[in-house]
């Protein structure tokens, strides 16, 4: 909501007055309905008044995926909310099976929260579990609406928010969007509220950009010492060591978030061009798949897939599929930082997590960690030698440039440069 604020009456009469000289009478007289000069003062909703306005209807148990749009109220949510309250969840179906069980347990309605590009892992459960004709499970849905029409934003975000209110009106969800005042944001919730209750179904709150007032995580994910080290580690230098000492002929493929950002600019500064890249700047968690489909079809041609911790465990089916196809050009790195860090830095779980032995259980063929710089660059070296699949895993600590800027080249035109590049040998 935009409120107009009135100030400077008085002035603007006595400017106006003293111009009448100046003026025609036609000017003066068209001024005459003009009673005070106007701003536009945005209004923002407190994550701790919407937090309030859940617990008093009570709605108090939050599990989802962290979303740019919503970090200022998750993190709160990740500060405030008792531990056993929140639970977030490695993607966004899974959230909805935790809503369902967390009903079924206790006939509360929860909160499941997401970003729209993860609507889409929402589908089976929401449909085939939560709809009012199947399971009848009551949930408040709250999704960041990326992309929302007339607001700028990546491509793969403009594509889902232009078709975001027709995918719920399909799906027969009902849907509002959160007003980014009290008064508003109550009389939603009063809906919300009376949809859930009557009809035992989920209900969508859609945020737009700027919904809510600025709150910071208190609550950082700090990393534990591995093997007793530190962990001093950024990712972006993590890339760098990997781009500059790997196979002048081999593939990388990077995951969502900062990741493939930082790929990007690193080739650029590095004058390396991009040809030999595939940036996933959309569906998180799937790089380790599109890196299996090109390792496959070209077996002759080295293929690196640069993953995150919060992707790998995404969809951690994936490397199960590398390892049992035996994929031996494949090679793995996941820069693991514990963190949702491109969309407010809430945890991912993925300090708690041995991704070395989920690898090797699955059918990869050598594994390493590395945490400091030396080891680092020792990794890279046994993984271009190693018989794949391989994995290295490097630790890191949370933390990217300020200026860090974003691809200029557009999706379309990195498929079509990756494929001239994989046709030309």
Not at 142 to 164: A, F, N, S, T, Y
């Amino acid at each position: 909501m935009q409120r107009w604020v009135q100030h400077g009456t008085a002035a603007l009469r006595r400017g106006l007055a003293s111009m009448r000289g100046g003026l025609g009478a036609g000017v003066v007289a068209s001024t005459r309905s003009v009673h005070a000069l106007t701003e536009i003062q945005p209004d923002y909703l407190s994550p701790s008044m919407f937090f309030k306005m859940l617990h008093d209807r009570e709605i108090d148990f939050f599990t989802g995926v962290p979303d740019s749009l919503l970090r200022d109220f998750t993190s709160y949510v990740a500060d405030f909310a008792p531990e056993s309250n929140h639970l977030i969840t490695a993607n966004e179906g899974s959230a909805i099976g935790v809503a369902a069980g967390y009903h079924l347990a206790t006939r509360r309605t929860p909160l499941v929260y997401l970003q729209n590009s993860g609507f889409g892992n929402t589908l089976s459960p929401l449909v085939a579990l939560a709809d009012e004709r199947v399971g009848a499970f009551p949930m408040l849905v709250l999704v960041g609406w990326r992309g929302e029409p007339g607001r700028r934003d990546e491509p793969q975000h403009q594509i889902q928010g232009k078709v975001m209110p027709a995918m719920l009106s399909a799906l027969n969800i009902g849907n509002e969007v959160l007003p980014d005042y009290v008064a508003g944001a109550e009389a939603v919730l009063n809906t919300a509220e009376h949809y859930m209750r009557t009809r035992n179904a989920p209900f969508v709150l859609m945020v737009k950009k700027n919904t809510f007032e600025t709150y910071k995580l208190q609550t950082h994910v700090k990393p534990p010492k591995f093997d007793g080290k530190e962990v001093t580690l950024i990712r972006e230098n993590v890339i760098d060591t990997i781009l500059s000492n790997i196979e002048p002929n081999a593939v990388v493929v990077s995951t969502t978030g900062f990741t493939s950002r930082e790929v990007f600019e690193l080739r650029a500064r590095n004058g390396q061009g991009h040809s030999r890249d595939f940036l996933t700047v959309g569906s998180m968690g799937h790089a380790s798949a599109i890196a299996a489909g090109i390792a496959t079809a070209q077996p002759n041609r080295p293929v690196y897939c640069i993953d995150g911790d919060g992707a790998f465990l995404m969809h951690m089916g994936n490397a199960a599929t590398v390892g049992m196809r035996g994929l031996s050009n494949l090679k793995h790195v996941l820069i693991n930082n514990g963190a949702h860090e491109s969309v407010g830095g809430q945890g991912t779980g993925g300090f708690n997590v041995d991704f070395l032995q989920v690898a090797r259980s699955v059918g990869y063929k050598s594994t390493a960690r590395a945490v400091t710089e030396e080891e680092t660059l020792g990794g890279v070296a046994n993984l271009r030698n190693a018989a794949g699949p391989a994995m290295l895993e490097v630790v890191v600590r949370v933390g990217a440039r300020r200026d860090l800027g974003r691809p200029t080249a557009t999706p379309a035109q990195n498929k079509e440069d990756l494929m001239a590049f994989l046709k030309s040998e």
